[in-house]
């Protein structure tokens, strides 16, 4: 492994990012690979909850400015989501109750993947489509890419999703289970 251990990041949603950025406040070089071309191309969904647990994440892997840029997008804790019947018939409540007025509870996805991505820069490669990976005689990892080239490192960490192409090289008999439930 070099002085200064270079980790390649398969996949750019917002575990891939948010990795990033610990890695990078540990002192390591990384690198990620996200198959889009365009952050903007991929909708991401309507707003996601963090639990304390997520919200001291955040606060021990993201630089000050961009926490901040990720709090500004957060609701107020203790709001209610809810979901109900085409009749309105509520059939689903729930709270997110926090003491504090600073705790992150829940931020709208896009901005969140953007501000993940703001402070990165060239360390995120967009247009790169991770399909496999070898291991080299130096015991380095090199990844290959579908759009064409491939690049080395000293660690590879699959955040790429359900469809995962790194889970699908090194554990090729492992399938998802698909568990019937949906979410409109
Ligand atoms: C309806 C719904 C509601 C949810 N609500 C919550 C919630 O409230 N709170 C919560 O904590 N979690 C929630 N989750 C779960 C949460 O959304 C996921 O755990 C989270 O998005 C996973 O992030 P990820 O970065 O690991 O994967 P993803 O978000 O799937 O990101 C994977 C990234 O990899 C890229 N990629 C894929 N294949 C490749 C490849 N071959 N090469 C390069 N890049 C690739 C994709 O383009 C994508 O950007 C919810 C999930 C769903 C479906």
Do not use: W
């Amino acid at each position: 492994m070099s002085e200064r251990p270079r980790i390649l990041i398969a996949g750019g949603g917002i575990g891939g990012l948010a990795l990033a950025h610990a890695l990078r406040r540990g002192g390591l070089d990384v690198a990620v690979f996200e198959k889009v071309a365009e952050p903007e191309s991929r909708a991401q969904g309507y707003r996601i909850h963090l639990d304390a647990d997520g919200d001291a994440a955040l606060r021990e892997c993201l630089p000050a400015h961009v926490l901040d840029l990720v709090r500004r997008t957060s609701g107020v804790p203790n709001d209610l989501l809810a979901a109900y019947t085409d009749q309105l018939q509520q059939v689903m409540a729930q709270t997110f109750p926090s003491d504090s007025t600073d705790e992150i509870t829940h931020v709208d996805r896009r901005a969140f993947r953007n501000a993940l991505l703001a402070e990165l820069g060239e360390d995120v490669h967009l247009d790169r489509t991770v399909t496999d990976y070898q291991m080299t005689d130096a015991g380095r990892v090199r990844v290959l890419f579908a759009e064409g080239g491939s690049d080395e490192g000293d660690v590879l960490v699959g955040a790429d999703g359900i469809g995962s192409a790194v889970r699908r090289g090194l554990l090729p008999d492992a399938t998802v289970r698909d568990l019937g439930l949906r979410c409109v």
